[in-house]
């Protein structure tokens, strides 16, 4: 795939990059490979009733933010500058920082006032323990973000002895306010392609790769995107790739697009260039021609260009906006986010050690808590009644046979779509589940809630099997039908816990196929030690290519 971090090695190797990254970084990377980045967020700051600490004048406020690592751990990223004799400051000094969907970024606001004997030294040299504290708030980047105002007001709290238990006194409030800070969400696609280049290896053609690079003032290139390596050919048409205006600057800026024959060394062969601006490429696709690839020579003292007789042709070029996903949300979208958890005998016996249900006395969380855990605490903060569809499947309840999709709360009705099979005509109706018209009652309230349905279920059900998703998904889609019918404003998504290896594997592929125009995403989570290759090489290269719901 050509993009701005190429995912095939050689071409990866073209440009030093190195492998691909993990976490949140690999976010980014699939990101920058459509010519989209993640969101910067400028965060300003402004204050009201803050504790007076000086006794002839006002207070003198400085505020100092931190982020906060999952062990708790404080990183000090920012300090304002200091707002004389204020209780009610707007400090000018902003701070930028990545929006990431994926993650909870939970930012910790620490406010001081400075003395006057400090005026003169810059801020980044103030020892905090010299100052004194007037109060600290603390909040999710999540909760800013989705506002409709994208402001957020915090009380600003104060505990005389830290070391204390008991209520902290309310000493003033805190605004914080995020701007999303993107100069352009226009992004290019380009398809291009060369004919008639040159030999530069002995017993074969050449491999070439395309590395594209922005001007700036000095001069001087600046790599930004690259395409895929080619082997043994002398006319190559690379796969699409994406530019962002925002990464070129603009449309007139020029970008140089030097072609390479790869080596295996990592010295490779530069075959030939061209300078263009995106406007100049645009104008080679509108009118259907080639440019000639130069080759910088130097004869004597004198540097010239070799024209080739090698060309480059823009076989498509098209620009459209990338919105963002804060876009989403200012325009009203809220996701919602729906859970099941896998019931079935493989995870063994719940009571037992080693079971992956096994709830530990001394509450720590099982893999299923985690992952609970882990995606909800991210999603909640999209879901403006943090009430979540929850379902167990692969279970006997109580009260009647195997259920391949049962409400983890416990109520009576059955959440299970049926299937009736007709064979003569060879397709299956998705008869609407009885429980649809009565939805709160497979809905349980915020993240603790699927928590406490989650362990009484566990002693309300008998682990049975097989492993069947199909109920499952059709359970969902049934629900995200609904949106476009509601204004169309709510995006879902399920989560999948399981342990093993899913069992009606043709029939997941039909319910996901079924739903793949609907807004419905599906994540699929695998606790234990099972192999789960299979399910994904068979998803991957099973469903359709217009079903992107996993």
């Given at each position: ?311 480059l042709f823009v076989d498509k070029f098209s620009q459209s906006s990338q919105w963002t996903f804060l876009d989403y949300l200012a325009g009203g979208c809220e996701l919602n986010f729906m859970v099941a958890v896998d019931f079935t005998a493989s995870n063994g016996n719940p009571r037992l050690p080693d079971s ?48 391949h999709c049962f409400n983890l709360n416990g109520s009576n009705n059955h959440s299970e779509v049926k299937y009736f099979e007709i064979r003569s005509q060879m397709f299956v109706l998705y008869l609407q589940c009885l429980c649809f018209k009565r939805m709160p009652l497979f809905q349980v309230d915020g993240i ?103």
């Amino acid at each position: 795939m050509g993009n701005c971090c190429s995912d095939v090695a050689g071409g990866r190797a073209a440009v030093g990059g190195s492998g691909a990254a993990a976490g949140n970084d690999a976010v980014d990377h699939f990101l920058k490979s459509r010519g989209m980045y993640s969101s910067q967020m400028e965060l300003s700051f402004s204050a009201t009733n803050l504790r007076d600490r000086d006794v002839l004048s006002k207070s003198d406020p400085i505020l100092i933010g931190y982020t906060k690592g999952k062990d708790g751990t404080l990183a000090e990223v920012f300090r304002t500058e200091v707002v004389l004799n204020s209780l009610n400051p707007t400090w000018i000094t902003k701070h930028v920082i990545t929006f990431q969907f994926e993650a909870v970024q939970t930012l910790v606001f620490h406010a001081y006032d400075v003395d006057t004997q400090f005026h003169n030294i810059d801020v980044k040299m103030l020892k905090l323990e010299e100052l004194q504290f007037l109060g600290e708030a603390s909040c999710v980047l999540s909760e800013v973000v989705t506002r409709p105002s994208r402001s957020l007001t915090l009380d600003l709290l104060f505990r005389e002895d830290p070391t204390m238990s008991g209520n902290p006194r309310h000493c003033g409030q805190l605004i914080v306010h995020a701007e999303e800070c993107i100069s352009s969400k226009s992004t290019v696609e380009m398809i291009l392609r060369c004919s008639d280049l040159e030999h530069k290896d002995l017993f074969s053609k050449s491999d070439p790769f395309l590395l594209i690079s922005k001007i700036v003032e000095v001069g001087l290139p600046i790599p930004v995107c690259k395409t895929e390596v080619l082997k043994n050919d002398h006319n190559p048409v690379w796969k699409p790739i994406y530019l962002s205006i925002q990464q070129v600057g603009s449309k007139e800026n020029p970008l140089m697009i030097e072609c390479f024959n790869f080596n295996s060394s990592g010295k490779h062969d530069l075959i030939g260039k061209i300078k263009k601006s995106l406007v100049e490429l645009e104008k080679l696709h509108s009118n259907g021609e080639g440019e000639n690839l130069f080759l910088p020579t130097t004869v004597g003292h004198n540097h010239q260009n070799k024209v080739l007789k090698s060309q480059l042709f823009v076989d498509k070029f098209s620009q459209s906006s990338q919105w963002t996903f804060l876009d989403y949300l200012a325009g009203g979208c809220e996701l919602n986010f729906m859970v099941a958890v896998d019931f079935t005998a493989s995870n063994g016996n719940p009571r037992l050690p080693d079971s992956l249900h096994y709830l530990d006395p001394s509450g720590r969380l099982n893999a299923y808590q985690r992952a609970i855990l882990e995606v909800g605490e991210v999603l909640k903060f999209y879901d403006s009644d943090k009430r979540f569809p929850a379902w167990g499947f692969g279970a006997r309840p109580i009260d009647g046979p195997v259920s391949h999709c049962f409400n983890l709360n416990g109520s009576n009705n059955h959440s299970e779509v049926k299937y009736f099979e007709i064979r003569s005509q060879m397709f299956v109706l998705y008869l609407q589940c009885l429980c649809f018209k009565r939805m709160p009652l497979f809905q349980v309230d915020g993240i603790q809630g699927i928590m406490t349905a989650y362990t009484s279920a566990l002693y309300n059900v008998s682990l049975a099997g097989p492993t069947l998703f199909g109920p499952v998904i059709s359970n969902a889609a049934l629900i995200a039908s609904q949106s476009p019918a509601n204004g169309g404003k709510k995006y879902f998504v399920l989560l999948i816990i399981t342990d093993g290896v899913v069992t009606d594997l043709q029939e997941t592929k039909d319910a996901i196929v079924k739903a793949s125009d609907l807004p419905l995403s599906i994540l699929i989570v695998g606790v234990g030690g099972a192999d789960f290759k299979e399910m994904e090489v068979s998803f991957l290269t099973s469903i359709p290519l217009h079903s992107g719901n996993i």
